[in-house]
T-cell receptor, first 115, second 115 residues
Framework: AQSVSQHNHHVILSEAASLELGCNYSYGGTVNLFWYVQYPGQHLQLLLKYFSGDPLVKGIKGFEAEFIKSKFSFNLRKPSVQWSDTAEYFCAVNAGGGSNYKLTFGKGTLLTVNP | ETGVTQTPRHLVMGMTNKKSLKCEQHLGHNAMYWYKQSAKKPLELMFVYNFKEQTENNSVPSRFSPECPNSSHLFLHLHTLQPEDSALYLC??????????????FGAGTRLSVL
């Protein structure tokens, strides 16, 4: 079975600091990878996704993530965070092919950005 | 606005009550999902429907009964719940299952409290 590990439960940064949130998954086959964000009181929104091709993917609001197949990782980065980035971030993975509807989520990382 | 609307947003019910959660998607999708989001746990996939047919029941107790009358609507009927069923219940939709680039879009959820 697939599993997703997010290393940090709660990250606290000051504005303009750089961000990197770790995500590792366990699955040996082809995968699709996602980062979702949940702002306080709002729905889960897709931040970025990787299906194939360039392992460095860019998403909304200046976020990017790099797929490193050899490390089974898909870390999320942002060079300079803002107070409005305060939210919970979820990494998710599904297997390619016929089972690609089964999203497996990590436990989430709560990001608090202090002004 | 996500295109996936869930009602009610909050629900408090006793253990002997019967209630229903509703989800409606306006995205023209054909697959719909129920997830459970509990504190400090990853999102758990509960049910999947594809073209109104249930394709996944992730060992969910029978006190949760889903219904999908058409591709745009999904219900979760609740009866004789337990306090540990208190959680945020999320609905999601996607184009279809088995598509190579399957992206799920989420509603804002129903916060359920079982007393």
């Amino acid at each position: 079975a697939q599993s997703v590990s997010q290393h940090n439960h709660h990250v606290i940064l000051s504005e303009a600091a750089s961000l990197e949130l770790g995500c590792n998954y366990s699955y040996g086959g082809t995968v699709n990878l996602f980062w979702y964000v949940q702002y306080p009181g709002q729905h889960l929104q897709l931040l970025l996704k990787y299906f194939s091709g360039d392992p460095l993917v860019k998403g909304i609001k200046g976020f990017e993530a790099e797929f490193i197949k050899s490390k089974f990782s898909f870390n999320l980065r942002k060079p300079s965070v803002q107070w409005s980035d305060t939210a919970e971030y979820f990494c998710a993975v599904n297997a390619g092919g016929g089972s690609n509807y089964k999203l497996t989520f990590g436990k989430g990382t709560l990001l608090t950005v202090n002004p | 606005e996500t295109g996936v609307t869930q009602t009610p947003r909050h629900l408090v019910m006793g253990m002997t009550n019967k209630k229903s959660l509703k989800c409606e998607q306006h995205l023209g999708h054909n697959a719909m999902y129920w997830y459970k989001q509990s504190a400090k746990k990853p999102l758990e996939l509960m049910f999947v429907y594809n073209f109104k047919e249930q394709t996944e029941n992730n060992s969910v107790p029978s006190r949760f009964s889903p219904e999908c009358p058409n591709s745009s609507h999904l219900f979760l009927h609740l009866h004789t719940l337990q306090p540990e069923d208190s959680a945020l219940y999320l609905c999601a939709s996607s184009q279809v299952m088995g598509v190579a680039k399957n992206i799920q879009y989420f509603g804002a959820g129903t916060r359920l409290s079982v007393l």
